[in-house]
């Protein structure tokens, strides 16, 4: 069974600081995502990783690969207030799109 | 592309009454899944679909819950009847002709009381 594990869950940042979260997952698989989710609202896609060694940027948000380890990470630069939120992982295995999540991390940045 | 819309958005009934939430996909999809999320669970697949026809339901809880997607427009999720413990905010998603992307609908925010 795919699992999917993300860390930290809670995480308290100051603004303009770095941090990563990880992500692991437990079986080979073909498609790894990252998603946003504010309070209250629905999830927003931010990356969608394929192959090993991807890394992709958006802003303050990078979100890099590595298919061997079963790993990606999120990492933040420069962290600001609106990045407040809870950053999901997700993962579909080969051959199946049954996508699964990590429980989430859940981001506030404080001034 | 108004993306995938789901309904009700906030849906209050009795503990025992039958619960039909909506789904109408982005046009052109491949998948279509149904989530439920929760504070203790967080987001569980309950059913995915490609090409209409059902794949894999064994996140669906119970008897009591089913899913269907008569054509590539429509997904409908029913909860017959509802418990309290029903109480979450239902997703629908699917993907779009590349398959790489799964875009979210607004959710249906469910309360069983």
């Known amino acids: 069974e795919l699992k999917v594990e993300q860390n930290p869950l809670f995480l308290s940042m100051q603004e303009g600081k770095n941090y990563t979260i990880y992500c692991n997952y437990s079986?080979?698989?073909?498609?790894l995502y990252w998603y946003r989710q504010d309070p209250g609202k629905s999830l927003e896609s931010l990356f969608v990783l394929l192959s090993n060694g991807a890394v992709k940027q958006e802003g303050r948000l990078m979100a890099s690969l590595d298919t061997k380890a079963r790993l990606s990470t999120l990492h933040i630069t420069a962290a600001v207030h609106d990045l407040s939120a809870t950053y999901f992982c997700?993962?579909?295995?080969?051959?199946?799109?049954?996508?699964?999540f990590g429980a989430g991390t859940r981001l506030t940045v404080k001034p | 592309d108004a993306g995938v819309i789901q309904s009700p958005r906030h849906e209050v009934t009795e503990m025992g009454q039958e619960v039909t939430l909506r789904c109408k996909p982005i046009?052109?999809?491949?998948?279509l899944f149904w989530y439920r999320q929760t504070m203790m669970r967080g987001l569980e697949l309950l059913i995915y679909f490609n090409n209409n026809v059902p794949i894999d339901d064994s996140g669906m809880p119970e008897d009591r819950f089913s899913a269907k997607m008569p054509n590539a427009s429509f997904s409908t999720l029913k909860i017959q009847p509802s418990e309290p413990r029903d109480s979450a905010v239902y997703f629908c998603?699917?993907?779009?002709?590349?398959?790489?992307?799964?875009?979210f609908g607004e959710g249906s925010w469910l309360t069983v009381v």
């Open positions: 997700a993962v579909t295995s080969y051959n199946n799109n049954d996508m699964r």
């Open positions: 079986t080979t698989s073909d498609r």
């Open positions: 046009s052109g999809h491949n998948s």
């Open positions: 998603a699917d993907t779009r002709n590349s398959g790489n992307t799964i875009y």
